[in-house]
């Protein structure tokens, strides 16, 4: 015996003009089933009108009951990461007062300036320019 299937029946005839359990009607009979919160409202529609007994109601209800509650999970915050730009930015600067017009430390400067985050690669080559150029 359909328990859902018989309630929403009921309902349907009881008050054929309501949008709500219409369409937990379609639902059901078209995908086979109904989510924790529908059969929750539908619940309260029955609850509400008064033409289902007191048996089917609690049927309704352990149903309810059996249904797994889903919760979304909290939304997870990434650490701030370390900026590797300000401890590769004195090395640039002294390439810079060197050679001011190299056009790779501009690029490296103007990109820590921008505060944009410096590739492991750019970091590296900074270090590699630095060694070379200062002694």
Known sequence: MDILLSILETLKRAKPDNVFISSLHHQYCNRGGLSKKQ?????GKAT????????????LQAIIKKKPTRYRSEKIEKAPEFNK???????????????????MALFLQNKINSHQTLTEAEINEVKRLHKLLIK
């Open 39 to 43: 059969m929750e409202g539908l619940l």
């Open 48 to 59: 509400q009108s008064g033409v289902i007994n007191d048996a089917q109601l609690a049927t």
């Open 85 to 103: 730009a300000e401890e590769v930015k004195p090395l640039v600067q002294n390439i810079l007062d060197q050679f001011p017009q190299h056009k």
